[in-house]
């Protein structure tokens, strides 16, 4: 239901409180304590069966009884009780309900099933149960149980929890930041995570967004909300429960290496969220937000009054991967009769510095191009106490900002009290109590504008020679399914890798030593050696019962060997079948670095990515990173540079560089697989062998497992369990336009260029008359914002002519943007000037409609001027109906009714 209703249920005008008694301390006391508190204007209606008046206000017996339904519920009864009560509710036409209540238990049975299902029932939005409310304080809205009402700002906090919610409410409030809101939705049996971010990323009261949370119920829905939300603004994320073991043992390395906490942090970083580990880390995150909006750049320059602290913050930079500012020779001189010492960076002002000094050195700081933001590090002396030392820092940013120059200032000011916070708060200059805090803050903006530089790089295109054989791939799943194995054998792993133009070692099966021994014989007689390896279906890793033998040079050796195998199974796993064995070349190549990579299937994100360090103890050094699918290679490059073999992948000493961008292929057709084939659950290859000629696996094993039947929600042909919709390719068509036959496709992120090209042959008019205004710089951020699409949420289509020139070779291209009800989508479409009426534009038009009802999106809309009458026309053509926009003249409003 996504923000249905929240007007309702964030701007309340009457608020019922059912299970309010008079007794001081009961929680409805204290949510009628704390509506007034936070001075609410509205009406509050205590609800009770055996009170009349609770602290002065009329009371009704039951909902029914209120004169004029409540917009907003609060509900503070025993759990028994809240079914009837959110039936209630949902009868009289409230809009949304809080349940307060713990305890509600699990399932459709359970009191939060039949709750759930009322709600349902009459459009009611709940939030909850173990809730402990929610504030607006710019409304005088504090429906909590908080210590005390937020102060207003414009950082919104979402929170599962309410202990944590209350810790950061509670240190804003002390540190003088405040909230546009405050929800805590406890177990979210409604309205969720995802549904806030939809609110808020579009709220232009809330300027930032603090995320506390524990589980995910539909990673779709939360991913989709959380990439839309950190491309509007920076949002912080704090998981609790990030070292929680997994519900299943895993069976593979790859999946051993994809814990849930490890996973969680991939979609973070893939959504462009900011994680933080600890409430100290989230409080340096509120500190900055709350003060600090995001700026460019990520070079730091620290000024202190002592050598060692500013060294200690230079050291903290450091350690996580900052960058010190290089002063120029300019700024050097102009600091030169501030400056102790040699460092340039730390700016040591000696530990007699008085506030002049601090004065004289952030001015040229402030004014200089060579740093991009400042860290001020006072230490209370003698000779300057902190507080003047503020007062002398607040005024000089004053100072500078009335200049023009609003370069960032982080201020330390150890021993801080509040009459030196009031001073920085006024001055909207971040404070902090350590230097590690501030350089923390620093980061994390540092930190978003990495995120949002990423979300919007442009991938490389892949090789268009890399087309998999899905068919053969299908096949060899099916037919070991049919057979009830859940295992590959590694005949099949190496055909299913064949497929994917993965290249790996040749394997020979053999039933028993002797076919072994004869399956070695060809390869020894050619000067070679071989690895022999057990098969079994109950063995997935061999090493731990000795089931794999490298470097053997004689039949005799095999057959030995395959005995040898054979008896130790028998002792470390009499339950154990051995199927045979697997006999392959020795690969020698004495410059490979053992790499792992696959898939993992976590149970809230469903396929993983997995890439790290190989080899036996791979679990042990545990470095490995993951990515969520789909990728292309600007993705898989950044999943490789995540780890700490990717310096090993690169020239040391008489050893090359491995093929990064081979790996970063591997890893790419690995996605493509996960997306291709549902029922492959785990992939597992290790060793991956990478050198400069490439990489080869070594060894790789596969589970597989039926798909399951998918859901109602699933729409469109992909993957079932994919947490990110990947290219629609199935919607991709020829269709003849005139004399032409033109390829349409979706929008695909390397399609940058191609867009680049086509604006250079659009008439500026026609331009104009797309985007309500010219636009002359066609920049990367402009174009990535067209090309680069959530394909859970938008569409675009792109008319290709591939028989024309390279820069010619796109046609036009439609685009339509679902709401976040996932009812409503707003269109927009463009066609080349000399193209322009040969019924392209009505064709992609009918493309683009044909997706929406494929998608359930009810209605289709846009906003078109006023005096383009050829769009108006084709609108017109395919029944849309017009109507003027009422807050804008030039403007009509064309809709289309898709799905009844």
Known sequence: ???????????????????????????????????????????????????????????????????????????????????????????????????????????????????????????????????????????????????????????????????????????????????????????????????????????????????????????????????AAARAKPVVVLRTGRHEAPGRRPETHTGALARPGAVYEAAFRRAGLLAVDGLDAMFSAVETLGRQRPFPGNRLMIVSNGRGIGALAADRLADLGGTLAEPSSETLERLAPVRHGRLNNPLDLGIDAVPEDYVRALEPLLAGRDSDAVVSVHVPTARAGSREVAEAVAGTVAKGRSAG??????????????????????????LFATDSDAVEGFLHLVRYREAQTDLMRTPDALPRDFSPDVAVARRIVDEALA???????????????????????????????????AAAWPLIAGGGTVVLKL????????????????????EADVREAAHA???????????????????????????????????AEDPVFGPVVVFGRGGTAVEVIDDRALALPPLDLALASELIGRTRVARRLEAYRDVPAADLPAIALLLVKLAQLAADLPAVRELDINPLLADADGAIALDARVRIAPEPIPSERRRGNWHPRFAIRPYPSDWERRLDVGERCVQVRPVRPDDEDMFRDFFAQVDPEDVRLRFFAPVRDFNHAFLARLTQLDYSRAIAFVAIDEAAAEDRRM???????????????????????????????????????DWARAEGIAVVEGSVLAENRPMRAVCRHLGFSEEPMPDDPTLVKATLKVVE
């Not at 002065?56 to 009864?77: E, N």
């Not at 590694?490 to 099966?509: D, N, Q």
């Not at 051995?578 to 020698?588: D, E, K, S, T």
Request: proline share 7%; glycine share 10%; aromatic share 4%.
């Open 565 to 599: 195998m054979i008896a130790r199974v028998r002792e470390l796993r009499p339950d154990a079948r051995v199927a045979g064995f697997a006999v392959q070349p020795m690969l020698r190549r004495p410059q490979g670095r053992e790499l792992i990579a696959g898939l």
């Open 811 to 849: 046609l036009g291209a439609v685009r339509l943007h679902a709401n976040a009800n996932h009812d409503t989508g707003e269109f927009a479409i463009l066609v080349r000037s000399d193209i322009k009426g040969t019924g392209l534009g009505v064709a992609l038009m009918r493309m683009m409609i």
């Open 1 to 227: 239901m996504s923000t249905y209703r929240f007007e309702a249920l964030l701007a309340p005008r009457r608020i019922a409180v059912v299970g309010a008694g008079d007794r001081p301390g009961s929680v409805g006391r204290a949510i009628i304590d704390g509506l007034r508190a936070g001075g609410f204007a509205g009406e509050i209606v205590p609800v009770h069966p055996r009170e009349t008046s609770v602290d002065g206000l009329p009371c009704s017996p039951r909902l029914t009884d209120i004169p004029q339904p409540p917009d907003l519920v609060m509900v503070a009864t025993p759990p028994a009780a809240v079914p009837d009560i959110v039936e209630e509710a949902g009868r009289i036409g409230a809009a949304a309900a809080v349940i307060l209540s713990a305890h509600l238990g699990d399932g459709e049975a359970a009191p939060v099933g039949a709750a759930q299902a009322a709600a349902r029932r009459h459009g009611l939005r709940l939030i909850g149960p173990d809730s402990i409310g929610l504030s607006v304080p710019a409304r005088g809205l504090n429906a909590t149980l908080l210590a005390r009402p937020p102060k207003p700002g414009d950082l919104a906090l979402i929170s599962q929890s309410g202990t944590v919610a209350s810790a950061i409410a509670e240190w804003g409030w002390r540190h003088g930041v405040g909230f546009s809101a405050v929800m805590t939705l406890g177990r979210s049996a409604d309205v969720d995570i995802a549904d806030c971010l939809d609110h808020f990323a579009e709220d232009y009261h809330t300027r930032a967004i603090i995320l506390s949370l524990h589980h995910v119920a539909d990673a779709r829905k939360f991913l989709t909300a959380a990439r």
């Open 483 to 517: 057979e009830g194995r859940t295992w590959l054998d590694p005949h099949a792993v190496t055909e299913l890798l064949t497929a994917y133009r993965i290249v790996s070692v040749p394997v020979t099966l053999a039933p028993d030593p002797d076919g072994a021994a």
């Open 405 to 430: 120059r609003r370069k960032p200032v982080f201020a330390v000011s150890i021993g801080e009290d509040a009459a030196i916070r009031a001073i920085y708060a006024e001055a909207k200059i971040p």
């Open 535 to 554: 098969v079994s279906p109950d063995v997935v890793h061999k090493s731990e019962v000795g089931g794999v033998r490298l470097g053997l040079t004689s």
